[in-house]
């Protein structure tokens, strides 16, 4: 492992390094720009905060405001009167614990899935060379490039043919098939970062490809997968064209299609709706949480065994 | 799990034929109706889940007794994908044996053989069906839905502030007053910039229509001699109606004149609007429910609105249809279902809540009732838009608000028309 | 071909376990190695299998179907009633390309995937390598925010977007009045299709940003920072530790980033669809907006379809670009 970590540590070096004064003063004149630098990139940061956030905090602020007052010509950037109309309201519909059960049991099946053939498609690609590799990833491209509204049609059909209209698990193969390249990609990414080596060596102090896998590996890949499965959920989570058209029972609808019910011919109740999307966020904001530490886990891990 | 995957193959290689198959089985109509064990799935649009669940129920009841073992699934659909599902069920084996079609999307359906012929006399009232409605599920003489519901439009407006400005409560009955009306409200309440009287936005189509309809002019007519559709607005009386109507936006609206009618219900419920043109029911949108104000409760009133020539605003009806599809195994089932969804009595349910019903007779004692005689007087001389078969795609291109909108920014009124009859020359004769 | 991939990937299930065993005896350095070039030749294609398989249960066919369904004229009929649609040959193709408007809308989507992808892609980046710099609590606040701002659903985010936007009642327009010498009141701002397309363009990029950042700040993580300080103790600036340190380790991922945000704002549909209400005028469409509208408002599926493909081979070009990058960087030897 070392090896490598000098090897690129010289080849950065090399070219920056000639033309620098002995290394003695570096890290006093380091350690004192570090602090100013913080202040400017903590502004930075509280900017971009403000900028993505905006947009969040007005649904919040609006799913919590009576109706009448969301589209008001007199808005107020800050809460006026607060009101838990719109949550009670989201949560009596009809539908509402079902289209929760739904989402669960397809998101998690789907996530699930696609993290673990991602993993082991990614580890092949990453690790082996073998004829037909370059065609697979050429396949996962052509996938992605694929525009699923245009193919909405033949997938509908060729759902139907295989039994799967109506079913979680057609809704499942859909949504763990279209992000399953994407994973596969973003693990192969961390897997050509771990050096061969160092699970070489783990091999040779006895572990099994698989125990070499899981022990050295995984960890390392740790952030990639936690990466991959939060776009895979969120991905999933948000769809809702093929889930509405695939499903075909009311209390089969995913979440993101009962939220479409607060639109009517007769208008959107748009409390309704923000209400409705806070309620449908807060799970994949825990996932994230949970996911998290382990993204800071594989960090840790990585930098000790680095 | 690998043989079925290869049998899925298969079977797809017969792609075509496989659409047709989901309609077969074996004919089980002419069983006792207490034998009959099918599935009957109903897709109704979700406004039929909020607004009158109760009547789904009781139909379903009835139906229940007739055919205990039958299993019928009412599924509620949502208005913004709707047709994509439809249209994509239609193409498999899971599709719907009984849909709801808003009436301007019927033609389509019925064009391209998905819905089965319907026989009149197995429904009640069906000699006073509103013409309007009838209108849009005939093809070649022939019946292919039952009409649901029938909606038209009319002045909403706010009695409160009519009654400070004018010391009335009533709208005028001609334009000439109206307009006198309007200024003095302006007057009153036009010290807010973003006040309109009268707030008609530039988009709104039906609205202009109506206006073409009220010089009588067309959007486009049927020529009997080359058999088929012409656009008709650059003819002299629309473009007096469409002149009109852009006119009154000019005039009035000092908000965005560019918008279309989807928010005019949240105008008006924040006051910034005195009058709007709208289907009867959005009086009480104002008030209540989605972008409903409740300051504005008792205020909110409802009126015939005022045309050119000092006559009434024809309206233009619209309205939900009920079909039979042609692939489903229990046709039988589904015209029976929808003869309870729409008897005498489903449509007493419905006229309760202000929905007008389906037909004539009924319709009458609410032409009576003051609070529904603006709505009711509105349906016989209301406007449709023109039966032919591209009209779905004259609509869905935007044809006409991007018309509206071309001259509400200073387009001509004349090379406006004139575009926009080409284009429907283009789209109106070939099946959408 | 997914009846062969299951034939052809099922026999190795049985022979893999030996490998695992020989191992295990500790055999020494070069054995293992051997192992990873003879013995396991077939375990790449085991591991590969089940995504093969799963992604060809639902792409093979369907995509076959797409190409046939161009080269013939295909309604709403012929997909109700399972009569056979007529075959055109290239018609569908020519009719397109020979369309002056396909090709105003070929080259504003094009624009309008270059802006958003370089703004998300720089922005992206910038905030991601700052999250390393800055405080835990800004960090952490930033995470949230981005996460929040994810997890929005498409429809959501843009009535949102649509009402600050809106020309009456719209924050922005209130606001900017509120600075003297302007007056916004009324202001639509879909009228000018280039206004209108940066506020739909900051709709993309507000959605894709947190993506970018979680990702790529992933692959930071990546990056020894004993690297990134002994490189530093060097005497090597801030762009060069970036450029030989840092980039090569996220390269991967970075240009996974980028071709995926250049197909995704290339097929870009619900924002525009949703911010122009349902309704896009003619100035608002995009490749995506125009497939659909020939599919489903025009009833010609085959023409739909048929655009979509050559929406397809633009994008491979694009696709055969990042496949040579990635086949050059972390190729196994």
Redesign the interface.
């Known amino acids: 492992m070392s090896t490598t970590?000098t090897a690129?540590?010289s080849?950065?070096?090399d070219?920056?390094?000639a033309?620098?004064?002995p290394?003695k003063p570096?890290?006093r004149r380091?350690r004192a720009e570090r602090r100013p630098?913080?202040i400017g990139?903590?502004i930075?940061?509280?900017v971009?905060?403000v900028?993505?956030?905006f947009?969040?905090y007005?649904?919040v602020l609006?799913a919590f405001r009576p109706n009448s007052e969301?589209?008001?010509?007199?808005?107020s950037?800050f809460p006026t009167s607060i009101t838990f109309d719109n949550f009670v309201r989201a949560t009596e519909t009809r539908f509402f614990w079902t289209a929760i059960q739904s989402s669960l049991i397809i998101c998690v099946t789907a996530v699930l899935g696609a993290m673990v053939?991602?993993t082991?498609?990614a580890?092949?690609?990453?690790?082996?060379?073998?004829v037909?590799?370059?065609a697979?990833?050429?396949?996962?491209?052509?996938?992605?490039?694929?525009?699923p509204?245009?193919?909405l049609?033949?997938?509908y059909?060729?759902?139907n043919s295989?039994g799967a209209l109506n079913e979680y698990w057609g809704v499942i193969?859909?949504y763990?098939?279209s992000v399953?390249?994407?994973s596969?990609?973003?693990i192969?990414?961390?897997v050509?970062?771990v050096p061969k080596e160092l699970e070489?060596s783990a091999?040779?102090d006895?572990c099994?490809?698989?125990q070499a896998f899981w022990k050295v590996m995984f960890p390392l890949l740790a952030?990639?997968i936690?990466?991959a499965s939060?776009?895979s959920l969120?991905t999933a989570?948000?769809e809702?064209l093929f889930a509405y058209v695939i499903m075909q029972d009311n209390d089969k609808y995913t979440l993101?299609v009962w939220?479409?019910n607060f639109t009517t011919d007769r208008g959107t109740d748009?409390g309704g709706?923000?209400a409705g999307?806070v309620i449908?966020?807060v799970p994949?904001?825990i996932f994230?949480m949970i996911v998290?530490k382990k993204?800071a886990a594989?960090?840790t891990s990585?930098?000790v065994k680095? | 799990m690998?043989r079925k995957?290869?049998a899925t193959?298969g079977s797809?290689a017969m792609?075509?034929?496989?659409?047709?198959c989901g309609g077969s089985g074996s004919d089980n109509s002419s069983k006792d109706p207490a034998d009959r064990d099918d599935t009957l799935t109903v897709w109704l649009m979700n406004d039929a889940e909020s607004t009158w669940p109760e009547l789904v129920k009781d139909v379903n009841a009835q139906f229940k007794k007739k055919y205990p073992k039958v299993n019928v699934k009412v599924q509620f659909q949502q208005w913004?994908d709707k047709?994509?599902k439809l249209?994509t069920a239609?193409?498999g084996s899971k599709f719907p044996d009984v849909v709801e079609l808003g009436n301007t999307e019927t033609m389509?359906y019925i064009?391209?053989?998905?819905l089965a012929e319907i026989d009149e006399k197995k429904y009640d009232n069906s000699d006073t069906w509103i013409q309007g409605l009838k209108d849009t599920c005939t093809f070649e003489g022939q019946m292919y839905c039952v009409p649901y519901y029938a909606g038209a439009r009319v002045a909403v407006m706010n009695t409160e502030m009519f009654e400070k400005s004018t010391g009335s409560k009533e709208l005028p009955e001609t334009e000439d007053d109206l307009k006198k009306a309007l200024k003095k409200v302006e007057q009153e309440y036009g010290s807010d910039?973003?006040f309109s009287a009268l707030y008609l936005p530039g988009k709104y189509w039906y609205a202009a229509m109506s206006y073409v309809a009220g010089y009588g002019g067309q959007i486009a007519e049927f020529d009997e001699g080359a058999k088929e559709w012409k656009g008709s607005l650059s003819k002299p009386e629309a473009r007096k109606g469409i002149q009109h109507y852009v006119d009154l936006v000019k005039d009035w609206n000092?908000?965005?004149k560019?918008?279309?009618e989807?928010?005019h219900a949240n105008?008006m419920a924040?006051g910034?609007a005195a009058v709007i043109y709208g289907n009867g029911w959005e009086a009480e949108s104002v008030v209540k429910g989605e972008s409903g104000n409740p300051k504005m409760e008792g205020k909110v009133g409802i009126a015939g609105m005022p045309g050119p020539n000092g006559k009434p605003l024809p309206s233009f009806i619209g309205g939900s249809d009920l079909a039979v599809i042609e692939?489903s195994n229990v046709k039988d089932l589904g015209e029976e279902w929808i003869s309870l969804f729409t008897s005498e009595k489903s449509m007493k349910v419905l006229s309760a809540k202000n929905i007008l019903p389906n037909n004539t007779k009924q319709l009458e004692p609410l032409q009576k009732d003051p609070k529904t005689a603006p709505i009711a007087n509105a349906v016989p001389d209301a406007w449709f838009t023109p039966i032919a078969p591209g009209w779905?795609?004259v609509e869905?291109?935007?044809v006409l608000?991007?018309m509206l909108?071309e001259i509400v920014?200073g387009g001509s009124v004349e090379s406006a028309t004139k575009k926009a009859d080409a284009k429907i020359n283009e789209?109106i004769n070939t099946?959408? | 071909m997914?009846?062969a991939d299951?034939e052809a990937a099922?026999p190795p299930a049985d022979s893999e376990p030996p490998?695992?065993?020989g191992?295990?005896s500790?055999r020494?350095?070069g054995g293992?190695?051997a192992t990873?070039r003879t013995g396991?030749?077939l375990?790449?294609?085991l591991?590969?299998g089940?995504?093969?398989?799963?992604?060809a249960?639902?792409?093979a066919?369907?995509?076959v179907?797409?190409v046939i369904?161009s080269f013939q004229d295909m309604?709403?009929?012929e997909?109700?009633?399972?009569?056979?649609p007529p075959w055109v040959g290239f018609e569908q193709f020519s009719t397109i390309l020979g369309d002056s408007h396909f090709w105003s809308v070929t080259f504003k989507t094009v624009l309008f995937m270059v802006v958003c992808v370089s703004l998300t892609m720089s922005l992206g980046l910038?905030?991601a390598m700052?999250?390393q710099?800055?405080?835990p609590w800004?960090?952490l606040?930033?995470?949230?925010?981005?996460?929040?701002?994810?997890?929005?659903?498409?429809?959501?985010?843009t009535?949102?977007?649509r009402?600050?936007s809106?020309?009456?009642?719209g924050?922005i327009n209130?606001t900017l009045s509120r600075i003297p010498g302007l007056d916004f009141?009324?202001?639509?701002w879909f009228?000018n299709p280039w206004q209108g397309f940066t506020i739909i363009g900051a709709v993309v990029i507000?959605g894709a940003?947190?993506?970018v950042v979680?990702?790529l700040y992933?692959?930071l993580?990546?990056v020894?920072?004993?690297?990134e300080?002994?490189?530093?103790?060097?005497?090597?600036?801030s762009w060069?530790?970036f450029h030989?340190?840092v980039f090569?380790?996220i390269k991967?991922?970075f240009q996974?980033v980028a071709?995926?945000s250049v197909?995704w704002d290339f097929?870009i549909?619900g924002q525009v669809f949703l911010m122009r209400?349902?309704?896009p005028?003619?100035e608002y469409e995009l490749l995506?907006i125009y497939?659909?509208?020939k599919?489903?408002?025009?009833?010609s599926?085959s023409q739909?379809?048929a655009?979509?493909l050559i929406?397809?081979l633009l994008?491979?070009g694009v696709?055969a670009y990042?496949?040579r990058q990635?086949?050059k960087?972390?190729e196994?030897?």
């Open positions: 970590t690129r540590t080849e950065g070096a070219t920056e390094g033309q620098t004064p290394k570096a890290p380091y630098n913080r990139f903590n930075f940061g509280l971009a905060f900028v993505m956030a947009p969040v007005w649904l609006s969301i589209r008001s010509y007199d808005q950037l053939l991602g082991i498609a580890f092949a690609i990453g690790r082996f060379n073998f037909g590799r370059k697979f990833m050429m396949v996962l491209i052509v996938v992605q490039v694929l525009p509204t245009a193919m049609i033949p997938i059909v060729q759902l295989m193969v859909v763990l098939v399953l390249p994407f596969i990609w973003m192969r990414g961390f050509i970062n070489e091999m040779v006895g099994s490809r698989m952030p990639g936690a990466a939060i776009f969120i989570w948000n809702y993101n939220l479409m748009y709706l923000m999307s449908v966020a994949v904001v994230f998290q993204m594989g960090l990585g930098a680095g | 690998r995957l290869t193959i797809m792609l075509a034929t496989l659409a047709a913004g047709a994509k249209d239609l193409g389509t064009l391209n053989g998905a910039r973003a000092n908000a965005d560019t918008k279309d989807q928010d105008v924040n910034k692939k779905t795609a869905k291109q935007l608000e991007n909108l920014r789209l099946e959408a | 997914t009846a299951t099922a490998p695992p065993t191992r295990k500790g020494p350095k293992g190695r990873a396991g030749a375990l790449p294609y591991l590969i089940p995504a093969i398989v799963a992604i249960a639902i792409f066919w369907p995509l179907q797409t369904m309604g709403r009929r997909l109700w009633t399972g009569d056979s910038l905030i700052s999250m710099r800055m405080s800004v960090r606040l930033l995470t949230g925010a981005l996460i929040a701002a994810w997890s929005m659903p498409l429809l959501v985010a009535s949102v977007f009402w600050l809106d020309s009456d009642y924050v209130s009141q009324g202001h639509n009228l507000w940003i947190p993506f979680i990702t992933a692959a993580t990546q020894p920072k004993e690297l300080e002994a490189a530093k103790l060097d005497g090597a600036n060069g530790v030989h340190v090569p380790v991967p991922v996974m071709t995926l197909i097929n549909f209400g349902n309704k005028e003619p995506g497939s659909f509208q599919a489903f408002t025009s009833s599926f739909g379809t655009i979509a929406t397809v994008l491979s696709a990042y496949l990635l086949l960087t972390g196994v030897e």
